[in-house]
């Protein structure tokens, strides 16, 4: 693929490492290509971060057609540039937009236009404990009109902002509000998808469970509001007893490469893990019983979140004393030991950026 | 609300109205009004209709937040400007944005802008028959950001539209494919919202539809894939023996605004309607036996579209021959003549723009 380059004329000011948040700041440069039906992917350029002109009858504005990713690059312990599985999330893309019937960027296009950009804004990737590069690709449509058919043009843009920990107190168990009002997603739809529309849907749980004074949702199934499925934006993991549960990937549950990884981890430590239906009345019981020895959220962002309450149509059960849970902490330590290339990658998932 | 008004330089050229297809041109301005936390709504103003600079870290861009309206300008034959119950649209915006947790604008405001817009663009009012201005309002996130959280500021923007019948061949009837794989909505979603996500959720299933020969997809519900809901982006309505059956609305179905007039008119000329849940097993049986004696979607863009073939699992059956029915027929004459100002509007639902 060539890439064009045009260089930003004057570059910004890098931000304090030690107080970054999570996306707050935006890079120098951002990656762009476009598509449309005659010329398919065309016109790669890394070009000064900017604002995009679009016109109010872009369809994204209106049928919502847009997919977006989530990954990191980690400088390690040498100062070289690491990925993590950066191929899991070009091929998610891929399944996202097809569901959502966009155009799809093929696996190494994708790959190549995030080395690339990375490796041209590598003086943002910061060096600071626990800090890293958020990139996050999208694809939208761009199609002007106001019919609702799939759009015939789309952009793929890639922007980057250097990030601190998700939650600015670190890695420390977080309270959960388990949602018996809203649904996130069900079979047939599009949870699966890293689509936008899903995203917009889980705002109004988000924001009920703060005014509660929780921090986030553990949603349930749409159909029988009774299967645990996902917390917040990640992943769920509950540690029952000796076995790990989490939800099966069915089509409501997003395949989150983090997800994959920790399963991954825990079966090669000989922990079983149980994809599967996992009912919320099965969660509370073992909550009371005290068989829940640990829960966890998994995402790219927070990376491991520990879960220490749950509250569900007014009961609360407590998770390990409200105590970051042994195993969990020692999925954090191995995992971020591996992103930032601290541990030895023995399942060959970082990439180096050359 | 005082509104600021910048004329367009040039004006366009106005398109040929016997060929004006539907949503493909749009006139020379638009409207405009902000929101953020600080200042509520302000600033708004007509401006020529152009692109909107916008950040690639846009929320709208990546979570959707993101809603709709769609209503039209009809010219009377004294040449009067006609709207059709502007206010249904600006509550039904305001109920979308709260499920979706955007700054809702305020039905008298709503409608303000929308006469505002309308009357500053009345040259593009067409004359020619069955034609009129549609009018778009979108409602979306501008904060720049990659946090998922309700956005700290919005744009709603009118933009118009003159159209023809949304299909070019008139009103005739069309075939329907019975949707058994994707999933438009659950309820504890987003389905009663013109939210984005909707439909860019909806595609995947039109474009199947299409592959197979067919118009639209009817929808089923989520839960049990088994209750009727919508017809593509409409309503949908079914004369059963003597009684017109259509969808509840209980959340995962559109309360529209055709839906709600053509129901009023039908009660007042004494038919019975149920708005029930109506099972397709319930459905296909009433079209085996006869019994199913005409079937139409109901939405602001078609008005009325008669349906003439339901294809489900592999069996299908024809409706009325394939023929527009009577009622059907009855019913496009009667609210396209109030929406034209041909009939007496006897139930007080037309606007005269001043």
Chains 1, 2 share one sequence.
């Not at 304090?16 to 476009?34: A, E, P, S, W």
């Not at 992943?235 to 991954?264: C, K, W």
């Not at 007014?314 to 992103?339: A, H, M, P, R, S």
């Not at 030895?344 to 950026?353: F, G, I, P, R, S």
Request: aromatic share 10%; proline share 5%.
């Amino acid at each position: 693929m060539e890439i064009k380059i045009e260089r930003a004329k004057t570059l910004k000011q890098k931000p304090d490492q030690n107080n970054l948040g999570f996306g707050k700041y935006f890079t120098d440069h951002m990656f762009m290509i476009d598509w449309d039906q005659d010329q398919g992917w065309h016109d790669a350029r890394i070009v000064p971060y900017g604002p995009i002109p679009m016109d109010p009858a872009t369809m994204v504005l209106h049928y919502a057609q847009e997919t977006f990713e989530g990954l990191k690059a980690y400088r390690n312990p040498n100062g070289d540039i690491l990925l993590f599985r950066p191929e899991m999330n070009a091929r998610r893309m891929i399944n996202s937009n097809k569901r959502i019937c966009m155009a799809e960027l093929p696996e190494e296009m994708f790959v190549e236009a995030v080395e690339a950009i990375v490796k041209y804004e590598q003086d943002w990737i910061p060096t600071a404990p626990n800090t890293s590069l958020y990139i996050r690709p999208v694809t939208f449509a761009t199609e002007a009109g106001v019919g609702v058919h799939p759009a015939k043009s789309y952009k793929f843009v890639i922007i980057l902002s250097p990030v601190g920990n998700y939650y600015p107190e670190g890695v420390n168990p977080v309270k959960i509000w388990v949602e018996d009002e809203f649904v996130r997603a069900v079979k047939g739809g599009t949870g699966f998808t890293k689509c936008g529309g899903n995203y917009a849907a889980s705002i109004a749980a988000q924001v009920k469970a703060e005014q509660n004074g929780y921090t986030q949702v553990l949603w349930l199934d749409g159909v029988h509001r009774k299967y645990v499925e996902e917390v917040g934006t990640m992943n769920v993991m509950f540690l029952i007893n000796d076995t790990v549960v989490t939800a099966a990937l069915e089509g409501s549950v997003l395949p989150g490469v983090t997800r994959d990884s920790i399963i991954h981890i825990l079966k090669d430590w000989g922990y079983k893990v149980e994809e599967r239906d996992l009912s919320i009345d099965e969660l509370m019981e073992a909550g009371r019983t005290g068989a829940l020895k640990e829960a966890w959220g998994t995402g790219t962002a927070a990376v491991i979140s520990p879960i220490g309450e749950l509250c569900y149509k007014g009961e609360k059960v407590t998770i390990n004393g409200f105590e970051t849970g042994e195993l969990t902490q020692k999925l954090y330590d191995t995992l971020t030991g591996i992103q930032w290339g601290r541990l030895e990658d023995k399942y060959h998932w970082t990439k180096l950026v050359k």
